[in-house]
């Protein structure tokens, strides 16, 4: 590995290096058959770079891109890279109300969409949010057929000397009963992250990694930064179906497959529906974004003959512990790994601002090089770090012995049954054991008497009974929890649970869906 590469301080020489030292590798393949060389790519991207000048596009330009995940939107955040514009990338499945927030509060000045995709209007609707606009945005149709031009008008690609970079990436965390949060990240802080995740999976340049998860996300830059330090390819899925992904996955030898649980979930059912393995040269199940019940890992190692080697971020620190194919099976299992390269992990008493002991649960707190630079709107960031530095994730953690983290749960996700506090998570992982759960959320429902009563809300298995409120309560007394944590309702929820772009399930939406529900 050459030191130019892991020494990188921007996208743009991330890109040169590796173009330098591998030129002819691939580097992006995708579901229809197309593939580019890292050579391929960078011409690709320095004409792209040169038509998105040639329309006024320059370093500090605002630019808002709601794509999905395909070649063209790659080539595209690359060559606003090469400019050093500032991105604003939204997932593609978000809509008005979210998409308006986040080109108004960005001031972009150019959005890129995909046209007519999917059944939905893009163009119609960036033009119907921003209709209000004095000087509305400028549109520019990035699906494919994107403008091009002469890489000898492009000026020189900035540069950003270690620990100087400035702001060039607004990521937004997922809105719920609110507006969703501006994040602010440099080339470098994404590149930590990325560096930190292929050390932790231990990838070289003979794996073929796997993208079926929305680019714009915030695992997006994650992904490319690693495949760039570390040279192997990935299959990129542009529309996800879990048969169509593990065909694609299959044909091109993909070594690293995930996501999120779910996920895991959906391959481990495809490969159940066939003699033999369906993605043969898989050697491990990556990702992260939601709680990875051990029941699901073993169901995985047993079914697929492969490790899930989970991960642990957030918008704020994309990359903060990730397991390692040389872990054992009960770290990988139980813990979200240990903290990636870089990135310093403190488990803090919530009350007395202590660190706690190995095993003895906190909050977590992070600090290091992949965290972000504050938010959009800097009055949220009142709070948000403590005396030290450290920013309050808002997760509750232990670390044990070894190093490694498990998360037990949210500062915010605590029910407070009769002012005792309950851990949703302590009893998600008892209904996950159960063959009769497909999917399940523990909520706190308002109620009079005690402040809040625990209700499970669970989607059936396929091909399963639904689960009785009798067999609910004996596994978890099976389980030993003692009886105030035991849930006092079952839902048993006709359709698959809520979730967001990256799988993980939307209990807010269940707590509003049921707030009213009477008791049984």
Known sequence: MSTPILDATS???????????????????????????????????????????????????????VLPTRMETIISSFALSRLGAIQNPIIHIYRHREVGFCIKQTKAEFVLHPGDWGGFDYGSMVTQVTSDLDTPPTLINGYENLPTGDPATLPPAPEYPAGEAPVRWRYYTSGTTSDPKGVLHTDQTLIAAGTGLGKALEVTSDDVGSMAFPYAHIGGPDYIVMMLAFGH????????????????????????????????????????????????????????GAPKPPEVYYAVKEGMDVPIVHGYGMTECPMICNGSPSDTDDQLANTEGAPIEGCAVSIVDPDTGELAGPGAEGEVRVAGPMLFKGYTDPSLEAGAFDEEGRFRTGDLGVMHDDGHVTLTGRLKDIIIRKGENISAAEIENVLYELPQVGNAAVIGLPDPDRGERVCAVVETAPDQPDLTFDELVAACKGAGLMTQKIPEQLVIHGEALPRNATMKILKFELRDQYAELPWP
């Open 233 to 288: 390819p990935a299959v990129l899925i542009e529309k996800f179906t879990p048969g169509g992904a593990v065909a694609a996955f299959g044909e091109h030898g993909v070594t690293m497959a995930g996501g999120s649980t779910a996920f895991y979930q959906m391959f481990l059912a495809e490969d159940q529906k066939v003699d033999g393995k369906v993605m043969p040269a898989l050697r491990l199940m990556a990702g992260g």
């Open 11 to 65: 996208f743009w020489g991330l890109l040169t290096a590796r173009h330098e030292s591998s030129p002819d590798h691939p580097l992006l393949i995708d579901d229809a058959g197309r593939s580019l060389t890292v050579a391929e790519f960078v011409t690709e991207v320095e004409q792209v770079a040169a038509g998105f000048h040639a329309l006024g596009i320059g370093e500090g330009t605002p630019v808002t891109w």
